[in-house]
């Protein structure tokens, strides 16, 4: 086990009619809010409504930035970054996904930096504070709610960088389960592809005494797995999208972390993808993920071997762990599928023609992963791989 | 699942060499310190001079207490809150196990109130601040490193009480795995009986959607079972005591709580022995809590099959779970059995002389438990399962 330091301080509020809460929970950090969030589908759920009146009722002056859209862009980060310093801020209260979080968290950081907000996913600047965050959770996915980091696209160029600091993690996230019953089935079973990615990203480690995290990776794992099929049968199942919803702020509020290095790298690569395609990033990750394992399990197949035990309750054949490793990423991509994922770029509307241009974009900065270090041809073999 | 609020952001600093930090870690909350701890073993192991040097590197003036005695004492918390009171102690380092570190909580809360700190014990008072508190462990056992609840014995009447304050959670606590390689075998078991009691107190509720903390328990359970042995045959084995040191956070940082209501009986029924014998509290629970399992477990037949079936691998006979459920408690008793803990009370030289007292003791404030309410007289039925 490695050494590490874990902090998560994030209050989380969750359950039925948290959002009531709201107002109380910003109300600690100032006065000034602004309220960002993405569409309509807050204003259509009443959830808009709902929350300026709990910010009103404390006597918040309510700034408003709307219109994040999916893979966040930088311009309107620069946007929120100019109101922030024009008024103050005293709170940006992200409402929806990992999107509307992400952008809160670009706007946050950059708020307080008096150069371009972009120097943060460039590496040319680093994060020293930021403007507080809260959030009202309405897609569970992309563990943003806790997490420490931010994905931005930048139109120019379209490249998709992450950054984090630990002054990222907002303050405070509440969490309704029911707020999720309206998710669509695709955009549902996009958010448990993410947080899954976000564990398995975990799970592939070359430390090799990293029992506990191993196992409560698995832990949640198997609560997606066993709840998806569930939610999307029934999406008004309160038990089942409440397993689903606090499973996706586990996966990656950095406790599986502890100890051990993750690869990342399927991240990396997708990145990559959505960042030309404009797919959603679990569709890309259910694509990228299985592509990923075929093409580096050799490297430890004992490892696979356990996660296909232990997730899939694959029999161990221990004359041939390859088999019973290879079962393992067929049960994934079978599950992928299962829930409406697509597991090969075809499925997509994705031909090869950027495999290359990808390839370089992807490693221009230096190979991608940790468990595997993969360099521009082999991604270039994964995207072929996962044609 | 239940409506939750979790937050817990103590900040952990995990790993090889890590107490070298404890003066930079303490300097952000000012320069007096009171070192809080037992006795002399951490001067034997060379652990005091290196904390107090590093204390001194940050300018700190080091204020000190020692002679925590297990199941801490009141009269040494009251003689803590004076030197808090009369030096204006910015910061208790609390170095030991959980009796040290609930010794330093109970300072920490008595420093901020007018009153008599057993108030708070005795629920006449609530805490509404305390002292920060900043932890080096050397004893993984009782969770307080992270936990929000202390533990105290007042002698006039050998009461022994719980409390709880969100101010009471540590700031940061430095966990080194190393400096666990000198305890003796028998406190090692110790203390992974009261980490395995900390999530069986969680596992058997009565909530019926909880999936998630369900498999994170068992994830954790089965580490602590799997590295057990390892740690005292080879004390030395450092990936085995990480294993458990960080496990025996976990168990005890409320994550394992979330959305649901532990029962907390068997901790309670203890308290009333150590109490009245001064046995280790490992060793009291290595007694009680098989004992209430089979007092209790046919309140939930099938909660209980679950847990012999993923924790111990028990095969469940869906023609006589009571059976598989029975396994499951004779599963545990064996293995407390195996670690050198008592399973009976008369292996820890306890008779049946105090039973009717201890019951009534316990039980004056109200019934004990929640997965089944447990009142005077099955306090005395569970004493006769114990003997």
């Known amino acids: 086990m490695q ?41 259509a759920s009443g959830l808009y409504d709902a929350i300026v009146q709990s910010l009103r009722e404390q006597n918040a002056e309510v700034f408003e930035l709307g219109g994040v859209q999916p893979n966040p862009r ?50 040319k600047a680093e994060v020293s504070g930021s403007v507080p965050i809260g959030v009202v959770l309405t897609i569970p996915a992309a563990g943003s709610e806790t997490s420490n980091g931010t994905v931005i696209t930048n139109e120019d160029g379209w490249y998709k960088r992450a950054m984090g600091h630990q002054s990222l993690r907002p303050q405070f996230a509440i969490l309704n389960p029911v707020l999720t019953y309206t998710l669509p089935p695709y955009q549902t079973a996009c958010g448990i592809t993410d947080m899954m990615a976000h564990i398995l990203e975990r799970y592939f480690t070359n430390e090799k005494h990293v029992e506990l995290t191993d196992r409560l990776c698995e832990a949640a794992l198997r609560t997606i797995i066993n709840n998806a099929h569930t939610v999307l049968a029934e999406p008004a199942n309160y038990d089942a999208r409440a397993e689903i919803m606090w499973a996706g702020t586990i996966a990656h509020n950095d406790l599986l972390s502890t100890g ?20 959603a990033h679990g569709a890309g990750l259910a694509i990228i993920f299985p592509a990923w394992m075929k093409y580096v399990y050799k490297h430890d197949v004992n490892r696979f071997a356990q996660f296909a035990n232990r997730v899939w309750d694959v029999e161990i054949d221990l004359n041939d762990l390859e088999k019973t490793a290879l079962k393992g990423i067929e049960k994934l991509e079978q599950f992928f599928s299962s829930i409406g994922m697509p597991v090969r770029l075809a499925e997509a509307n994705i031909g090869a023609e950027h495999f290359e241009e990808m390839a370089k974009k992807g490693t221009e900065r230096g190979p991608l992963g940790n468990f595997v270090k993969l360099q521009e041809a082999d991604l270039v073999q994964i995207f072929h791989l996962a044609k």
């Open 260 to 279: 051990r290095i993750g690869d990342w790298g399927s991240h990396d690569i997708e990145h990559e993808i959505s960042g030309i395609y404009d797919i």
């Open 3 to 43: 050494n590490f330091v874990f902090q998560n301080g994030t209050k989380i509020i969750f359950g039925k009619d948290t959002e009531q809460f709201t107002g109380q929970e910003a109300a600690a950090y100032g006065k000034k809010i602004l309220l960002h969030y993405g569409g309509g589908s807050i204003k």
């Open 74 to 123: 930088v311009s309107l980060v620069r946007e929120g970054v100019a109101i922030c310093k024009e008024q103050g801020i005293d709170l940006i209260l992200a409402v929806g996904g990992g999107s509307v979080i992400d952008s809160a968290k670009a706007i946050a950081a950059g708020a307080k930096y008096e150069g371009d907000v972009w120097d943060f996913f460039t590496g």
